[in-house]
């Protein structure tokens, strides 16, 4: 884990991968990967700990699920969203995710959009 004091977690490497892209900023991005297990959440809460952690994950069904055990580990994590109609973070267009990132005061390369 990097030193940066900004960390987005994701569901996948696409996602990962999408929002490299786009950010500005030193960010750290961590993969859940789908799932996460009880000793890596222990993990990740200690690497974590006085960091300004965001959640951006899939808006469906197993997004909700991850996003609510993120919830309970994270309480004061920032929650990203992205519109439902997308579903998913790899599938939403550039511009759709540089918009939610800065609405987090997240700079992003706006211009690549």
Known sequence: MTDSGKV????GRSDK????NL??????????N?????SKLDEWSEALYNKEVF?????????E????????EFPEAEHLY?????????AAPKQHIAMVLLGANID???DDL
């Open 34 to 38: 789908g799932t996460i297990s009880r």
């Open 55 to 63: 959640i951006l994950v899939d808006a469906d069904e197993a997004g």
């Open 108 to 110: 992003v390369h706006v």
């Open 82 to 90: 992205i519109d439902r109609t997308y579903r998913e973070v790899a």
């Open 17 to 20: 991968k999408k929002i490299e």
């Open 23 to 32: 950010v500005k900023e030193p960010i750290e991005i961590i993969c859940t």
């Open 8 to 11: 987005i977690i994701v569901e």
């Open 65 to 72: 699920r991850l996003r609510k055990q993120l919830r309970r």
